[in-house]
């Protein structure tokens, strides 16, 4: 009559708390690749991952990757673990936390 569904979670251990975080949507722009709990920086044709060049628009850390419609959560403050941060390729951690601090975003 009533079927128990079963399912596996494995946490990520993302969120450290300690600091509020407040999250905001967005639009990933046409053609970009976002990962969950990368960086993302926008321009004028709306959000993508950040790289070494757009750390200076850094806008937050998404909280998961964009639906079908192209819609992502990013944090916009928060406390998070640094290494399960997915790193733009040539972005060191200690780059990110620094693009990172006038957003109240803490790598730990």
């Not at 709990?37 to 060049?53: I, K, N, Q, R, S």
């Not at 937050?60 to 673990?81: C, H, K, L, M, S």
């Amino acid at each position: 009559m009533y079927g128990v569904k079963e399912a596996n979670y494995i946490p990520d251990n993302f969120y450290l708390g300690g600091f509020p975080a407040l999250t905001e949507a967005g639009i990933i722009k046409e053609g970009a690749t976002v990962r969950k709990h990368a960086p993302v920086a926008l321009d004028a044709d709306g959000l993508a991952e950040a790289t070494a060049e757009t750390l200076n628009r850094l806008v937050g850390i998404t909280a998961d990757e964009p639906d079908d419609n192209g819609n992502v959560v990013y944090y916009q403050t928060g406390t998070f673990r640094g290494e399960a941060v997915a790193l733009p390729e040539g972005v060191a951690l200690d780059a990110l936390k620094t693009a990172c601090r006038p957003l109240s975003i803490f790598l730990k």
